[in-house]
């Protein structure tokens, strides 16, 4: 199913314009990572992926449906959206129900919506507490409980907003094999994210944004070794392309594996000298 | 100025102790950072060296607690305020609501401290400037993006002159420029030599850049205490629900494949990495 | 989320802003009183344009005030006067309009409660469209009331903002699971059940870490306190406030004892 953003400008009811002129295609089974810093435009953005938010001026479209045109709860048949903060989300007595939810709410019969929930919570780790109350949990277990809810709901398209904030090693890498598992499923994911390491591992393609504009677009590698542009966004490129950089080697290494490949290629001449 | 002895912590109501037996020493001046997993005590620590805990979560603490040789468990939150200053994640929830602009913020504790009026005025001054806030001084705290909120929360306790900052987290909660902001006032702090500053962090690169002393917390248990070079690079992190930073992946992936660097030492931050691949 | 907790100050420099907060309390405090208490209808109108208006207009706000008031009190006074005058129980009618007609009664009911609405709302906005929440607050915790109290009074003005734009949040993160919201009266009604939960328990870590905030800051050590704020206060400020607060009670005393002489 693909995600077509049509030149839409948004401008809040306050007058502020959050959007100008964003033009973007993501195909089914993509993995994309927005960039930015604060007040950017990206959470204004994927707000209109799910109908959340209707463009001022432009169109978007999820596969053949135009979001002005359905209601963002049918909308969120196709694109699952995981908030920022799990207080804001968290509405049922019991971590089970509250995985429940949405499946339930997609008319989906109990058993079936149990099901759902229950692979979902092993997917985040947290079968054992289905009975708990979710408020007996800590804050990024809770936000695990949020990303499982909205997994629960298979949906084709999922966004997560700052899936790593707040996340130990073992959270974030969690998130990362979560991330990976959707990927090879062909689901479309997509994420907002500070986290520029995390970006640079799992994600292929970058959209880095700033005053409400797409900056740039495009391979990982390409974008996140763009320090100069990268720093009009406030954001420093990940920490293995500096390493790169700062010895003067030609790569954008994302992975260990291929700084350590950049790097011996570099000193192999040397070597045989 | 820190002293913890045997301390040992439980919440109200759970079965396994947050804290377990936790002995340390931090003289004046130091600048010690307390990294783990979540989960492993270190924002109860930091609650501990302020007073919340025992004084406001309540539950059960053995083993005795002092800060500038005041024994925190027998003494009021009221009496420790001004002795020891905490920040904690949220900069929003840190704005006391009840002032207008953010010079008057910060001008709070010492409000509530009885500092007369005409001596507020130019510690004020000295602490906006400090925390880079002086041009925001009559905006109000509300207007302010996380980064400078934070600062703000920051300027609000060293302005009461406390003997201990304790910092849980600042950073968690801003985009990668608030952090960088906070961070340069923290290094300024870590500059001066006077202030004792106990942050827990997540961030491994910041706390290498700064920090005297780093100690490891895992599950409520202090297992490894030392300079930050050898903490952080250490082999047995990945075994406490930490990850090294990319700069230490790399230099022991180079290492593997058999490469013998000038400098043995396995790099943290950056200049470190630099040092180490030429 | 808005910028300023205390939206309704109107920064000027005027002699009506520059009145201690507990003259201007008592200035529209006896405004009130007049309007309130004083006999007979148009008196209540007399009391707005002769004491109200003026103060507006020396601390220069008019031009936001009056539009300010008249947006607040229009939609009250409009149906007032329609449900009132029209639909005044027997009454004599003065208008008829096709099947319905204007009783006497009624208009006169609607004339007296809109004059003592608009009074009412008037007085509030003035006050706070000149005063300070801070500097009022500061004011009545010198004059005995607790330093707690006053606090929760100032937090409560900004609570409202913030809990409009969480629960717009918690709203949204319940649609996009699917949670319908649009559609009839129930269907909404039904939708902001899930609100609840989050928005509680939400607001209790706030207040928790609000807490320690505040105890960091020495907020709950006893001794006297200090403040930056200044308070400009003179002693021909204070005679006004004590015959402000002695023609109140008069006109007060005098009401009740009309009312018992009746």
Partial sequence: ?273 | MIQLTNVTYSYPRAETPALHDLSLQIPAGQFCAVIGANGAGKSTLCATLAGFVPHFYRGKLSGTAKVAGIDIAGSSLAELAGTVGLVFSNPFNQITGARFTVREEVAFGLENMGVPPAEMAPRIDEMLRFARLSEQADQSPYALSGGQQQRLAIASVLVMRPKVLVLDEPTSQLDPIGSREVFSVLRDLAATDEATVFLAEQKLEWVAAFADRVLVLHQGRLVADGPPAEILASPTLSQYGLEPTRYTQAARAALGAGFRPQHPDLPVTLEQAVEFFR | MSSTPFSLYIPRDSGMHRLHPLTKLALVGFALILGLFLPGDWLTYLAFVLVILPLAAWAGILPRFLPAVLKTALPIVVSLFLVQGLFWPGGTPIFHLGPLSLKQEGVTFAIRSAGRFIMVISSFLLLTFTTRPDGLMLALSRHGVPNSIAYVMLATLQIVPRFQAKANTILDAQRSRGLETEGNLFIRLRALFPLIQPLLLGSIVDIEERAIALEVRAFGRAGPKTSLLMLHDTPAQRVVRWLLLLASLAIIGWRVYLGLAA
């Fill in chain 1, 1 to 273: 199913m693909n995600l077509d953003v049509e030149e839409v400008s948004f401008t809040y009811p306050g007058g502020v314009e959050a959007l100008r002129d964003v033009s973007l295609t993501i195909a089914a089974g993509e993995a994309v990572a927005i960039i930015g810093e604060n007040g950017a435009g990206k959470t204004t953005l994927v707000k209109h992926l799910n109908g959340l938010l209707k463009p001022t001026h432009g169109r978007v479209t999820i596969g053949d449906w135009d979001t002005r045109e359905h209601s963002v709860a049918r909308m969120a048949a196709r694109v699952g959206f995981v908030f920022q903060n799990p207080d804001d989300q968290i509405v049922e007595q019991t971590v089970g129900d509250e995985v429940a939810f949405g499946p339930r709410r997609l008319g989906r019969a109990a058993p079936d919506a149990l099901a759902d929930a229950t692979a979902a919570l092993e997917q985040v780790e947290l079968a054992a507490e289905s009975k708990t109350h979710p408020y007996d949990l800590t804050t990024p277990q809770r936000k695990l409980v949020t990303l499982a809810s909205v997994l629960a709901m298979h949906t084709p398209v999922v966004i997560f907003d700052e899936p790593t904030m707040g996340q130990d090693a073992r959270g974030v890498a969690l998130i990362g094999r979560i991330i990976e598992t959707l990927k090879a499923e062909q689901r479309t994911v997509i994420i907002i994210t500070h986290d520029i390491d995390f970006c640079a591992t799992h994600f292929e393609r970058v959209v880095a944004m700033a005053n409400g504009r797409v900056l740039a677009d495009g391979p990982a590698g390409r974008v996140l070794a763009r320090a100069d542009l990268l720093a009009t966004t406030n954001v420093e490129p990940p920490q293995l392309i500096r390493l790169a950089q700062a010895l003067g080697l030609a790569a954008a290494p994302l992975s260990v594996d291929e700084f350590i490949r950049a790097w011996t290629r570099r000193n192999e001449p040397d070597r045989r000298a």
